[in-house]
């Protein structure tokens, strides 16, 4: 992964100076509460409901063994002990104290990291898959170029107030697993007809109140010119964008408003002016930063491992799991894991620092000390040997991180919702939970088999309830808490958009409600469809029928 | 005390202010928002300069004025020979078009001064206009920022090609000087330096 040198450690390591002098002027009194908002946002400090949520960027969902002892241990220090992985890939903890953060900043240069940019109306963090640089379907490995636009975001002078938050997310592989097209700009990388790295690039995608995907601006992109495009993109929005309403402030209110065809001649004039400008990026410079991404120092092993077929055949529970937790591997006899966040009944997305702490152990022990974070809010380790998976497991099992439930109905997406979030609804984490006992039956979960749950607690969508296979949705009545389900939503090359099944439900309807949606899935499905073939093939109106009527049925 | 702050070959010292501000006067008609209107949307929620604003400007008669770009395009026949003199600066703010400024200004260096005014410090159109009139436009004289000004977005100033930056009244310069400084080496290239930190620097692998 990306190792800091000289010139990246000294610019973290005067953001914490500056944070640090913009706190203390804060206490002092001598900044206003709104002009310390955009300082400590862009250091990733919101003000929530029970205390100050911070939130530490994980650039690309990459991280070392050393990195997750050091979060592991700041959770301990100065939080209850755990942390949230969020769907960008980052790390919340929920109760820090205003006055330690300069201190947890300081904490976290000490091993190349930091909070910038993880929220306020700036260039977040830029996402990409968990499987970059490993998976077998994938045309182009994306995290150098997510490297270089990660440098060139970083307290870029002309985007640093942008009129609201702006997500970018790239992705080099065939079946797309960084929804770019739910981001302000999505980037997808491909080799072109004359073999060289090209960037189809989209615009205006996101969830939030006004879900809507992207569009794409420009087939093709030629890779050494994403910066100067991305410029001339944000710049006609910082110029555009609106400003008088938070709500219609992102991007895609700007396109949708303008057209993607006028929108798109905008940014080709703005172009016209800075391609080929210093910052286009240079044959060395992607070279050299792709030297940090270059393939694991593997052992040269068999596809196969007498060991692991034995455990396989002898142990259901191992096999359980590693139908659903490990995935294909670029690399003979190598595999990638899982490691579930989802166990049922807590918070999908947290970890003890407990936890941490092993899951770094065991990355330094079987992964070459690397692993990731998913926007699924799972962790996970790229490079584990065929005949170490066993070993994993069990020491995975120990710790609570070996749920064999990976893609299916409990592997819940879910925002922090009324429990912590002051933007909130709804709770979110208990429909979760509550989901997640309705369902607490392995064999009955493999039978569903590959669905998606998302849940937010509130339009904001934190939770990407609009993509998720059944979404369902926090809403306010009257003062009190109520859930909208939708179906139909899908993230990947065929996104979609789920469609509202009806009027909402109470908390404790919830998991009857999913429930229901279950079965006429199982009742209609055909032996290759999965939830949402079925969704896709039949419509809502048979969900929302027996969902419905049972009411009726029973009243 | 002054509360400028000018960059000369990119030391940053306190001086005096040579330059008089013209105001529009307060507007009696009530402020329209023109919610919806796509071309307008830099206009959204933002007052409409009337006529009577522009006409009731006072610009003091002599001396070193910045002018409104309004009252600029409306009564730049009465100004040209003070403008000849050196003597007449323009400023906009962050709503305000540029192309409005060239087309009345083609020779925009002819202005030894030009202003972007901020009514809200965390309104970032200023860094784009500022990069505009600098890197599209070739404006080479002095860029100032005035208005809602505060020391923790000087750096983005600075780096937009602003050279000189007029704190907010309530707010000490001498303490703001600081900030200009709070990075060393920039990743990206930028206005005060377009080369990005790769093509600076041979960095090691
Ligand atoms: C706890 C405090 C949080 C607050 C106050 C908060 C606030 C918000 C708001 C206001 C939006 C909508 C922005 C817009 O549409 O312009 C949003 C979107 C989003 N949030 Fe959060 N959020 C919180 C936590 C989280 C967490 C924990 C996650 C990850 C699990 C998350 C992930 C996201 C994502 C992915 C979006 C993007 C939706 C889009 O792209 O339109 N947020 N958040
Ligand atoms: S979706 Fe709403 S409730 Fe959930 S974290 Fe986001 S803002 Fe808070």
């Given amino acids: ?555 | 005390m002054s509360n400028l702050i000018q960059l000369n070959n990119n030391t940053a010292q306190i001086a005096e202010n040579a330059w008089v501000t013209a105001q529009l006067p307060a507007s009696n008609v009530e402020e329209r928002k023109q919610a919806g209107k796509v071309v307008l949307f830099k206009l959204t929620g933002e007052e409409t300069i009337t006529d009577t604003q522009i006409a009731d400007t006072v610009i003091p008669a002599s001396g070193k004025v910045i002018v409104p770009l309004s009252v600029f395009i409306a009564r730049k026949e009465l100004l040209l020979s003070r403008i000849t003199n050196g003597e007449i600066g323009v400023w906009l703010d962050t709503h305000e078009l540029l192309a409005d400024l060239v087309s009345c200004q083609p020779d925009l260096n002819a202005l030894p001064i030009i202003a972007v005014h901020l009514e809200r410090f965390a309104d970032g159109r200023i860094f784009s206009l500022s990069t505009l009139l600098r890197t599209r436009y070739g404006f080479k004289n002095e860029l100032r920022a005035i208005g809602d000004v505060l020391r923790d977005q000087l750096f983005f100033l600075k780096r937009s090609g602003f050279s000189s930056f007029l704190l907010r009244a309530d707010r000490s310069a001498t303490e703001a000087l600081a900030s200009l400084s709070d990075f060393t080496v920039p990743y990206q290239g930028a206005v005060d330096e377009p080369r990005p930190v790769f093509t600076r620097y041979n960095r090691p692998i």
């Fill in chain 1, 1 to 555: 992964m990306y190792k800091y040198d000289q010139i990246d450690q000294q610019i973290v390591n005067e953001r914490v100076a500056q944070y640090r002098d913009q706190t203390r002027r804060y206490l002092a009194g001598e900044l206003s509460e709104e002009e310390f908002r955009p300082l400590r946002l862009q250091n990733g400090l919101y003000i929530q409901r029970h205390a100050p949520m911070f939130r530490i960027a994980v650039p690309y969902g990459m991280l070392s063994s050393k990195q997750l002892h050091k979060l592991a241990d700041l959770a301990n220090k100065y939080d209850k002990d755990y942390g949230h992985f969020s769907t960008r890939q980052n790390l919340q903890l929920n109760w820090p104290k205003l006055e330690d953060v300069p201190e947890m900043l300081a904490e976290l240069a000490t091993v190349e990291m930091h909070a910038i940019q993880t929220s306020g109306n700036c260039i977040r963090n830029i996402t990409t898959d968990q499987f970059a640089g490993i998976a077998p379907d994938e045309v182009i490995d994306p995290r150098a170029m997510a490297e270089i636009m990660r440098q060139w975001s970083t307290f870029h002078p002309e985007f640093a107030l942008l009129p609201r938050k702006f997500k970018i997310a790239v992705s080099g592989t065939k079946q797309d697993r960084a929804i770019v097209q739910a981001h302000d700009i999505g980037m997808e990388f491909y080799t072109d007809s004359a073999g060289k790295l090209a960037i189809k690039v989209w615009v205006g995608g996101g969830l939030g109140r006004t879900p809507i995907l992207g569009s794409v601006i420009r087939e093709h992109l030629e890779w050494q010119h994403a910066l100067t495009y991305c410029e001339a993109i944000i710049r006609v929005y910082n110029l555009h964008g609106r400003r008088d309403n938070a709500y219609k402030a992102r991007i895609k209110i700007l396109v949708k408003a303008l057209g993607i065809e006028e929108f798109k001649n905008q940014v080709e004039a703005e172009w016209a002016h800075i391609k080929d400008a210093p910052n286009t990026i240079t044959e060395a410079e992607l070279e050299r930063v792709g030297k940090h991404f270059e393939a694991m120092p593997y052992e040269n092993i068999t596809a196969n491992d007498a060991g692991f077929d034995a455990s396989v055949a002898s142990n259901p529970a191992f096999a359980a799991w590693v139908k659903r937790c490990v995935h294909a591997h670029k690399q003979t006899g190598y595999r990638a894991v899982t490691l579930s966040l989802k166990p049922h009944g807590k918070a999908p997305g947290d970890a003890t620092s407990a936890q941490m702490h092993t899951v770094a152990d065991l990355a330094a022990q079987y992964s070459f000390g690397e692993l990731r974070v998913s926007h699924e809010q799972n962790l996970i380790l790229a490079d584990v040997k065929l005949s170490d998976l066993f070993a994993v497991w069990e020491k995975a099992r120990t710790a609570g991180l070996a749920t064999p439930n990976i893609g299916l109905l409990t592997d819940i997406i879910c925002c922090p919702g009324g429990d912590f979030c002051s933007l909130a609804n709804a709770k979110s984490i208990p429909i979760a939970e509550a989901i997640q006992m309705q369902f607490d039956n392995l064999d009955y979960l493999h039978d569903i088999g590959d669905i998606e749950l998302n849940i937010s607690g509130c339009m904001n969508a934190c939770g990407h309830h609009h993509v998720g296979h059944i979404g369902i949705l926090g809403v306010d009545k009257d003062g009190s808490e109520w859930y909208q389900v939708s179906i139909g939503g899908k993230q990947g090359n065929d996104a979609s958009i789920g469609a509202v099944i009806g009027p909402s439900f109470s908390a404790e309807e919830m998991p009857g409600v999913v429930q229901k949606l279950i079965d006429v899935y199982v009742k209609e499905r055909t032996p290759e469809e999965r939830f949402i073939d079925t969704v896709r093939r039949l419509g809502v109106t048979p969900f929302k029928t027996y969902v419905y009527a049972k009411e009726v049925v029973s009243a």
